[in-house]
């Protein structure tokens, strides 16, 4: 009986603790949309993602150059992109010293080195006044298991890394779910500028013991392509030359390579399949 | 074809949340957020009931104009009871206050405040009491960074506030005083603006008009323990913009030539253009050098919205000058206006604003005329 209550004293007077501990290091697996998050989407490649009229004239007109130019060429890819790619990621918590609560999880991404934080302690979010950065400012709970977060504060960049955009009235919700060594991590993302509907992606890591990831991303901006100071390479209207080179490659019609949210549906395949597909590239 | 290369001899890594210091209102403090904090280290606790200067004799003249400007801004102050001004901390010895009208600069430190415009008229008393939170000491400086009411207005609020005939002693020289009124700096462009009658509308009252102003070089003078540049910006939003830059505090206040709530607001008649509005946009760019990754650094502070970085103005600029190169092409082409207008150049961008087809039609028109009085 005395152990009994011993026992119950000690499990009382535990701090809250996360169900699932994510902490430690953890690689993508890439098998999933390799395509995608290794060489990175084509040109014109809208396929699936529910876009407006408004981001598919921001992707026609985004001209890959623009990269070059020095302030553009270190911009980092948003925390509603990077976890796409072939990233490295470290989680940790960090704990008030006197409680041991939970204060915020961190995540360390490897991509573009950066460091995002999860508030666990039920904070506000800034005031619309705040700034905004790469990876927002999130807010975590646990719901069973899986830990889901929602981020505010984004900064505006792209949703795809072949232009098309982002606004930053993004908002994301994601949920981190652990099945042991392996994690997946569901991300949806709304944006009332760009999409008509959520965005909806998953991404798995696996825990990674082996100590030979490579944790840095450093990028310092030089000239490289020498221009008149103030211009921004972009395709006017109707004049970019790539759009159609996506659905030629792998035999598509082009419609659907324009995306919307009726692409994103499974029933789409039906309409798809009374299209005629783009000639080959010469 | 980037710099991007994979190196163990690469920059220290990112502080962790060097950049989430905002971690707003009601936030708790924690080992690694800055919570904001209502007064300044260092500075007094305010209280509520110290004297205020107010050097206008009150003769029946001016009690009857205090009651006719009170009968034609009381709706305006009826609004003002229902807002709130925002005080954000940036870095260094700078704030913003957001909330007012433009949006305000405020650089404190022991030789007195200094802020970069004023609001509207009717948030003043509010503007100037929030102030008085942060610090108790002389206002000093008023810079302006453009001659619109939203940034000017509180232009005379503020050279009551600041005092226009205070004695003070001289220093090094025992026994002597002199008269030293509030400095109000600004390109003299909106001087010209502010004593002139257009169209009918009267000019604006003497206490409101730039006191010290600067017509070719930057404006550069030394305040508060750093070097600020007032940088103007020819023919922008209007003939009188100024960019002002802290350097220590490393903060650019940009006025409306850089906002996150809309359009530039160019104003044709009052000497801006959109080849202006894009030159100084870029010159933000040139001030600017971020801390990581296109991120932190020089902080900027917009005419009006949130508070930014440089990846911010990026975005601007990109928009702006793609905006323009559409119009540009068009009008190159032979469209008329009405053409150009039909076919929504800005379509891509009008989502990000919220601003009506009306508005955006507008800028649209501004931009075009702009450009072609340029060829003319």
Redesign the interface.
């Given at each position: 009986m005395k152990i009994a209550v011993a026992l119950l004293v000690v499990v009382a007077g535990m701090p809250l603790l996360a169900q699932v501990n994510l902490s430690g290091e953890w690689v993508a697996r890439q098998h999933e949309d390799q395509l995608e998050r290794g060489p990175g989407p084509e040109l014109g490649d809208y396929l699936g993602i529910p876009v407006n009229?408004?981001?598919r004239?921001?992707g026609d007109?985004w001209d890959p150059s623009?990269?070059?130019l020095p302030?553009?060429?270190?911009?980092?890819h948003l925390s509603t992109y990077i976890y796409r790619g072939p990233m490295a990621l470290r989680v940790w918590e960090?704990k008030?010293p006197d409680s041991q609560h939970v204060?915020?999880i961190?995540n360390?991404i490897s991509t573009?080195?950066?460091?995002r934080?999860i508030w666990m302690?039920?904070?506000?979010?800034?005031?619309?006044?705040?700034?905004?950065?790469?990876m927002g400012?999130s807010t975590g709970k646990w719901e069973g298991d899986t830990l889901t977060v929602y981020t505010t504060h984004i900064?505006?960049g792209w949703l795809r890394r072949n232009g098309l955009?982002e606004?930053?009235?993004a908002t994301m919700v994601e949920h981190f779910i652990r099945h042991g060594n392996y994690m997946t991590h569901v991300s949806i993302v709304t944006d009332?500028?760009?999409m008509t509907e959520p965005l909806i992606k998953s991404e798995d890591m696996e825990f990674d013991t082996s100590e030979q990831t490579?944790w840095?991303?450093?990028?310092?901006?030089?000239v490289?392509v020498i221009r008149p100071?103030?211009?921004?390479p972009?395709y006017?209207?109707g004049q970019n030359p790539f759009l159609h080179e996506f659905a030629a490659r792998w035999g598509l019609p082009y419609e659907p390579t324009r995306g919307g949210a009726e692409t994103t549906y499974p029933e789409y395949r039906l309409k798809l399949k009374k299209m005629v597909p783009e000639p080959p590239l010469k | 074809m980037l710099a991007l290369e994979m190196s163990a001899e690469s920059a220290p890594p990112a502080t962790p949340e060097q950049f989430h210091k905002y971690c707003g209102a009601g936030c708790q403090p924690a080992r690694d957020c800055q919570s904001r904090y209502p007064v300044a280290p260092g500075e007094p606790v305010p209280s509520p009931n110290r004297p205020r200067i107010h050097n206008l004799p009150h003769t029946f003249a001016v009690t009857t104009l205090r009651f006719s400007l009170l009968l034609a801004i009381a709706p305006l102050l009826a609004a003002q009871q229902t807002a709130k001004i925002e005080v954000l901390p940036v870095q260094g010895n700078i704030y913003m206050l957001a909330g007012a009208g433009a949006n305000i600069t405020l650089q404190l430190g022991d030789n007195g405040v200094l802020v970069v415009d004023t609001g509207l008229a009717p948030m003043s008393a509010q503007v100037i009491a929030e102030i008085r939170k942060l610090s108790q000491k002389q206002l000093r400086y008023v810079v302006n960074t453009d001659v619109h009411e939203d940034h000017t207005g509180g232009n005379e609020a503020f050279s009551k506030e600041g005092g226009t005939s205070t004695v003070v002693n001289i220093v090094n020289t025992p026994g002597q005083t002199a008269s030293q009124a509030i400095k109000i700096v600004g390109h003299e462009g909106i001087l010209d603006r502010m004593s002139a009658s257009v169209n009918g509308k009267p000019a604006r009252v003497s206490l409101a008009w730039p006191t010290d102003t600067f017509f070719d070089e930057p404006k550069e003078f030394y305040f508060n323990g750093e070097s600020i540049q007032v940088l103007h910006q020819p023919a922008a939003i209007t003939d009188g913009d100024s960019l002002v830059y802290f350097r220590r505090s490393d903060v650019v206040s940009t006025g409306d030539i850089f906002m996150t709530t809309g359009y530039p607001n160019i104003d044709l008649p009052g000497g801006g253009g959109i080849q202006g509005v894009l030159d100084a946009l870029n010159r933000i760019l040139d001030l600017t050098i971020p801390a990581h990754h296109e991120e932190g650094g020089t902080m900027v502070i917009p005419g009006h919205g949130r508070l930014c970085d440089e990846a911010d103005v990026m975005e601007y600029r990109d928009m702006v000058t793609v905006i323009r190169d559409r119009i540009r092409a068009m009008v190159k082409k032979g469209s008329t206006i009405e053409q150009i207008v039909a076919s929504r150049p800005t379509m891509d961008y009008d989502g990000l604003y919220d601003v009506s087809r009306q508005s955006a039609d507008a800028f649209v028109e501004t931009v075009y005329k702009s450009l072609t009085e340029k060829t003319k």
């Open positions: 009229d408004a981001a004239l921001r007109s623009r990269i070059t302030e553009e060429q270190c911009r980092v960090e008030d204060i915020a961190k360390y573009y080195e950066q460091t934080t302690d039920g904070r506000p979010h800034p005031s619309k006044n705040a700034p905004h950065t790469w400012f900064k505006t955009p606004s930053d009235r009332p500028v760009y490579a840095l991303w450093p990028c310092e901006p030089v490289e100071k103030g211009v921004v972009s006017l209207p | -």
